[in-house]
């Protein structure tokens, strides 16, 4: 009872991570895309504003994924940390430049300097989600079992690379409903419709990927397959992709604020449908919640620990999310992000 507990626990951290980091990520995915210096400046301001209160909280999730894997199934840790080790590793690696870009441009004087460091922070942006997707691609498919090598054929097959492109689709989709409520609560009206079409083929962008998903994962990752068309998993699946459809809807009426929600569900519900998929097994299909979970003590105390951390450090989360989103933090000045125009700027 305890091990399938922590089991979903992690799952919905992981949902959490996907919805909270990968609006970063999206964030940086459309950087990348926002051109040249100047056709660019005017979307890079609103990134750079929109972000800097409380990207750095996404990181929480990513943690909380990493203590809960090597303290609840530390045998499926190990199992994907060797099979996986190089897609885990460049993933991380992005983390840390994409973290760095982002800082180091902002206070960069020197034109050629922050283009630098804004392509280092727009590529990770890039690399990261699409590595992290490549990994779920693998234990999906069910290549990765205790003592599998760590061979490229485990994360670079044809699941795998479909869940890294669905993946950096799904960010783009976030960071650009996200970023259309940011362009209205920074008074940026232009950019409202720039984000909005960006949003739309980023959503149909995630439709492509998961039409062509269908019978790539029925025949390489035949048992999540099955359990996303039936049960609990096909309910998960309808619902994200009603979520989906409504996020448009809502997009097109100009419900901003609402938008926000229901691409936030969307995400999360495709998440929780691979989880109710890949039940009762952490790695398809050789090794299950039971055979994998530590000692009973260990996941007592894990509970524990979880339940004091989410009535601890989540109300804190939500209202940091909650203040930022209702525009209550204190904003940025163009000085702060460096927007503005700075001496060097043209060198």
Same mark, same amino acid.
């Given at each position: 009872?305890?091990?399938?507990?922590?089991?979903?626990?992690?799952?919905?951290?992981?949902?959490a991570?996907?919805?909270?980091?990968?609006?970063?990520?999206?964030?940086?995915?459309?950087?990348?895309?926002?051109?040249?210096?100047?056709?660019?400046?005017?979307?890079?301001?609103?990134?750079?504003?929109?972000?800097?209160?409380?990207?750095?909280?996404?990181?929480?999730w990513?943690?909380?994924?990493?203590?809960?894997?090597?303290?609840?199934?530390?045998?499926?840790?190990?199992?994907?940390?060797?099979?996986?080790?190089?897609?885990?590793?460049?993933?991380?690696?992005?983390t840390?430049?994409?973290?760095?870009?982002?800082?180091?441009?902002?206070?960069?004087?020197?034109?050629?300097?922050?283009?630098?460091?804004?392509?280092?922070?727009?590529?990770?942006?890039?690399?990261?989600?699409?590595?992290?997707?490549s990994?779920?691609?693998?234990?999906?498919?069910?290549?990765?079992?205790?003592?599998?090598?760590?061979? !490229? /054929?485990v @994360?670079?097959?044809a +699941? *795998?690379?479909?869940?890294?492109? #669905?993946?950096?689709? &799904?960010?783009? =989709?976030?960071?650009?409903?996200?970023?259309?409520?940011?362009?209205?609560?920074?008074?940026?009206?232009?950019?409202?419709?720039?984000?909005?079409?960006?949003?739309?083929?980023?959503?149909?962008?995630?439709?492509?990927?998961?039409?062509?998903?269908?019978?790539?994962?029925?025949?390489?990752?035949?048992?999540?397959?099955?359990?996303?068309t039936?049960?609990?998993?096909?309910?998960?699946?309808?619902?994200?992709?009603?979520?989906?459809?409504?996020?448009?809807?809502?997009?097109?009426?100009? !419900? /901003?604020? @609402?938008s926000?929600? +229901? *691409?936030?569900?969307?995400?999360? #519900?495709a998440?929780? &449908?691979?989880? =109710?998929?890949?039940?009762?097994?952490?790695?398809?299909?050789?090794?299950?919640?039971?055979?994998?979970?530590?000692?009973?003590?260990?996941?007592?105390?894990?509970?524990?620990?979880?339940?004091?951390?989410?009535?601890?450090?989540?109300?804190?989360?939500?209202?940091?999310?909650?203040?930022?989103?209702?525009?209550?933090?204190?904003?940025?000045?163009?000085?702060?992000?460096?927007?503005?125009?700075?001496?060097?700027?043209?060198?």
């Amino acid at each position: 009872m305890m091990a399938d507990v922590i089991a979903w626990v992690l799952v919905v951290v992981i949902a959490a991570y996907a919805c909270g980091g990968g609006t970063d990520y999206g964030a940086g995915f459309w950087d990348l895309l926002a051109g040249g210096a100047d056709r660019g400046k005017r979307p890079r301001w609103l990134i750079d504003h929109a972000m800097a209160p409380v990207w750095e909280v996404n990181n929480v999730w990513l943690i909380f994924v990493l203590v809960v894997m090597w303290t609840g199934f530390p045998t499926m840790f190990q199992a994907v940390f060797t099979a996986l080790w190089l897609p885990l590793v460049l993933a991380a690696v992005g983390t840390v430049l994409r973290g760095a870009g982002f800082a180091l441009r902002k206070p960069s004087r020197r034109l050629a300097r922050r283009r630098v460091y804004g392509a280092m922070f727009a590529i990770a942006s890039l690399i990261t989600p699409y590595f992290l997707g490549s990994v779920l691609g693998g234990i999906a498919s069910g290549r990765v079992a205790v003592g599998t090598p760590p061979t !490229a /054929h485990v @994360w670079a097959n044809a +699941t *795998s690379i479909l869940a890294g492109l #669905l993946a950096i689709a &799904a960010t783009a =989709f976030l960071g650009a409903v996200f970023l259309v409520a940011d362009a209205r609560r920074f008074g940026a009206d232009d950019l409202v419709g720039y984000f909005r079409l960006r949003a739309l083929l980023a959503f149909g962008a995630v439709v492509v990927l998961a039409v062509i998903a269908l019978p790539v994962t029925h025949h390489d990752a035949s048992y999540v397959w099955h359990g996303m068309t039936r049960g609990l998993g096909l309910l998960m699946v309808i619902l994200a992709a009603c979520s989906g459809v409504l996020t448009v809807v809502l997009l097109l009426r100009r !419900a /901003h604020g @609402w938008s926000r929600y +229901t *691409s936030v569900a969307t995400v999360a #519900l495709a998440v929780l &449908a691979w989880g =109710f998929a890949q039940r009762p097994y952490l790695l398809p299909t050789t090794l299950t919640v039971a055979d994998g979970a530590g000692a009973a003590h260990t996941l007592r105390w894990l509970g524990i620990v979880t339940i004091i951390a989410v009535v601890v450090v989540g109300p804190g989360l939500v209202l940091v999310y909650r203040l930022d989103t209702q525009g209550e933090l204190e904003p940025l000045t163009d000085t702060d992000t460096r927007a503005a125009g700075l001496p060097g700027d043209n060198v």
